[in-house]
T-cell receptor, first 113, second 110 residues
Framework: NAGVTQTPKFQVLKTGQSMTLQCAQD?????MYWYRQDPGMGLRLIYY???????DKGEVPNGYNVSRLNKREFSLRLESAAPSQTSVYFC????????????FGPGTRLTVT | RKEVEQDPGPFNVPEGATVAFNCTYS??????FFWYRQDCRKEPKLLMS???SGNEDGRFTAQLNRASQYISLLIRDSKLSDSATYLC???????????FGAGTQVVVTP
């Protein structure tokens, strides 16, 4: 039982490049989330998926897109990376909604130069 | 103003001592409250939920004060392994979105 897995662990991009961050969970959770964490700030929600087939914007969605590929997988895409997107990205899942404990993946450290 | 505010610390605590810190939240409609723990460069993990009547989990005690809109965490008999950043987390709505504080750093020293 791996929990929440994320790939890649580290990535360096040049401004304007695109990439997709992958996330998968094997806990049969319905809800999945993407956050970013910057120094001195709390985790900020980028997008979330309440259940398979639905996605909604969070607090900071600009510059990102998501796909809930199936119940297990929730990917985050940066179409044209900008230096302001340099951050640590965490994927999380919960059984159903924000009332339940959220389980986090190990994070992706992204640098955009 | 941030939705959830925490003293960033660090709180330097001798091993075996007690440390306590608070977190304030701005939305009076907040419904659920949690403390998460985050080790350096690692993912956050749930430490404990916070219930209206207050609750304990071993050496950890959490309290909620709805009137003053804050939650607290107290750690007794601190261990070196308690060194971490403690994140205050508030659920504003019944569904969907958690608000995270920036965290309070605790450093337990021998």
């Amino acid at each position: 039982n791996a929990g929440v897995t994320q790939t890649p662990k580290f990535q360096v991009l040049k401004t304007g490049q695109s990439m997709t961050l992958q996330c998968a969970q094997d806990m049969n959770h319905n809800s999945m989330y993407w956050y970013r964490q910057d120094p001195g700030m709390g985790l900020r929600l980028i997008y979330y998926s309440a259940s398979e087939g639905t996605t909604d914007k969070g607090e900071v969605p600009n510059g990102y897109n998501v796909s809930r590929l199936n119940k297990r997988e929730f990917s985050l895409r940066l179409e044209s990376a900008a230096p302001s997107q340099t951050s640590v990205y965490f994927c999380a899942s919960s059984l159903q909604g924000a009332r339940n404990e959220q389980y986090f993946g190990p994070g992706t450290r992204l640098t955009v130069t | 103003r941030k939705e959830v505010e925490q003293d960033p610390g660090p709180f330097n605590v001798p091993e075996g001592a007690t440390v306590a810190f608070n977190c304030t939240y701005s939305n009076s409609a907040s419904q659920s409250f949690f403390w998460y723990r985050q080790d350096c460069r690692k993912e956050p993990k749930l430490l404990m939920s916070v219930y209206s009547s207050g609750n304990e989990d071993g050496r950890f005690t959490a309290q909620l004060n709805r009137a003053s809109q804050y939650i607290s965490l107290l750690i007794r008999d601190s261990k070196l392994s308690d060194s971490a950043t403690y994140l205050c987390v508030v659920n504003i709505k019944s569904w969907g979105k958690l608000q995270f504080g920036a965290g309070t750093q605790v450093v337990v020293t021998p």
